[in-house]
């Protein structure tokens, strides 16, 4: 039960070791996972971020453009007095050229961007009818679901039943009167029109009026005819 100094010391050396060795190992794997993890990739640039970033290149040439022909007018205006004016008016026309190249490069990127945009723009609007067709296309089959080709035939049908029916009874209400009256001649109510008329005339003159114009009693009497005269009688001889 007792122990040599000798073997606690190799005992407690041996445990510190081994947790030493431990400590190392969870170093070392934490520092192996946080080298394995990648970096966030930086966000790509949209289509308006990189146009506008052209544009802005675009107008600062255009403005050494405009300084460079402004510094060679000025040394070619200075050629009769200093003898350099002519190399460093076309070293600025040289500058100026290269401005000018490096603007129309610009200028083609541009408009390849220009077009992207704008077939990016049609992409997105053809989406768009395409989801808003497919959706009514979607309440369309919901819609047709609720009702069948009998249905409607049956429906159709019925109206056509009611409209005849509808008919009959229209039909049957005008045949007759629902005094049971019968038909009546029109010469019989003209008859009965013309005597009304002579009896509102006799009432007329009976109160010394004169007589309605269009009546029948107001009409001038035909002229009578005078007897035909006598036929002549031969006169009797007279007596020798």
């Known amino acids: 039960w007792l122990k040599f100094p000798a073997q606690a010391s190799q ?5 510190l070791g081994d947790r ?3 400590a190392l190992r969870g170093r070392i ?3 192996g996972s946080q080298s394995q993890e990648k970096a966030p990739e930086p966000k790509a640039p949209t289509l308006q971020d990189a146009s ?3 544009d802005s290149q675009v107008n600062a040439l255009e403005l050494k453009i405009q300084k460079a022909d402004t510094d060679a007018k000025k040394f070619v205006a200075q050629a009769a007095t200093n003898p350099t004016a002519k190399a460093r008016a076309m070293q600025c026309l040289k500058m100026k050229k290269q401005y000018e190249d490096q603007r129309d490069k610009l200028l083609g990127t541009q ?3 220009e077009q992207m945009k704008f077939q990016q723009e049609q992409a997105e609007i053809t989406a768009t009818a395409v989801a808003a067709l497919a959706h009514g296309r979607d309440q369309m089959k919901a819609t047709q679901a609720k009702m069948n080709i009998d249905k409607v035939d049956q429906v159709m049908d019925d109206i ?3 409209a005849a029916e509808n008919q009959e009874v229209q039909e049957a209400l005008a045949r007759g009167s629902l005094m049971g009256g019968g038909t009546v001649d029109d010469a019989e109510l003209e008859a009965e029109w013309a005597k009304m008329e002579e009896e509102a005339a006799l009432e007329k003159i009976l109160q010394g009026g004169a007589l ?3 009546s029948a009693m107001a009409a001038p009497a035909a002229p009578v005819a005078a007897p035909a005269a006598a036929a002549s009688v031969p006169s009797a001889p007279m007596p020798a």
């Open 29 to 31: 794997e934490m520092g």
């Open 160 to 162: 056509a039943d009611l």
């Open 111 to 113: 408009n390849n961007l």
């Open 52 to 54: 506008a970033k052209l």
């Open 11 to 15: 005992g407690r050396t041996a445990g």
């Open 20 to 22: 030493t060795s431990r």
């Open 212 to 214: 309605p114009s269009g």
